[in-house]
T-cell receptor, first 114, second 115 residues
């Protein structure tokens, strides 16, 4: 059973470009979470999605960031007009249900904005 | 809002010895989970151990055990017989039960196991 798959592993963007990060949850998992890890920091919650629904986006910056989890395909975290401060590792995690379960994390995407 | 504090930015231990990582948290919730995650240089987040707040018994997983003091809001991780592969960042995390499964992380402790 493959784990949570994130791609790309590394992504370099120039300021002003768009970044698209992908996450495929574990098989059978319908709940996806995105976290951001700034250098020397712990992970910080961004958004929680179920298929076709955003459940909690309280950690998402109000501008330039969006997330989706369509009925088919991976979850996408999209960052428009990236700035240097967006440089971080972005982690996706999944769980099988809304009941509390250990979250299974992907290996993250490291975004570097030049 | 919940907060998690790890007061030891870095620690080191000799191989085969025991080390304890500290974690305190602040919450008004009574029903929650606490976790320790390990992040090696590969960047993968690996669940080490989980504790349910309503359980008084401390969780153990092989060489890893916790000291959960609910009244003191303390959740320390003890690693026995330390191995070189234990070298990693260790993050303490809190999750309110019945919420949206948001994890609140501490800033981490960098553990180095020396040969």
């Amino acid at each position: 059973n493959a784990g949570v798959m994130q791609n790309p592993r590394h992504l370099v963007r120039r300021r002003g470009q768009e970044a698209r990060l992908r996450c495929s949850p574990m098989k059978g998992h319908s709940h996806v979470y995105w976290y951001r890890q700034l250098p020397e920091e712990g992970l910080k919650f961004m958004v929680y999605l179920q298929k076709e629904n955003i459940i909690d986006e309280s950690g998402m910056p109000k501008e330039r960031f969006s997330a989706e989890f369509p009925k088919e395909g991976p979850s996408i975290l999209r960052i428009q007009q990236v700035v240097r401060g967006d440089s971080a590792a972005y982690f996706c995690a999944s769980s099988p249900s809304g009941d509390v379960a250990p979250l299974h994390f992907g290996n993250g995407t490291r975004l570097t904005v030049t | 809002a919940q907060t998690v504090t790890q007061s030891q930015p870095e620690m080191s231990v000799q191989e085969a010895e025991t080390v304890t990582l500290s974690c305190t948290y602040d919450t008004s919730e009574s029903n929650y989970y606490l976790f320790w995650y390990k992040q090696p240089p590969s960047r993968q987040m690996i669940l080490v151990i989980r504790q349910e707040a309503y359980k008084q018994q401390n969780a153990t997983e092989n060489r890893f055990s916790v000291n959960f003091q609910k009244a003191a809001k303390s959740f320390s991780l003890k690693i026995s017989d330390s191995q070189l592969g234990d070298t990693a960042m260790y993050f303490c995390a809190f999750m309110k039960r019945g919420g949206s499964e948001k994890l609140v992380f501490g800033k981490g402790t960098k553990l180095t196991v020396n040969p």
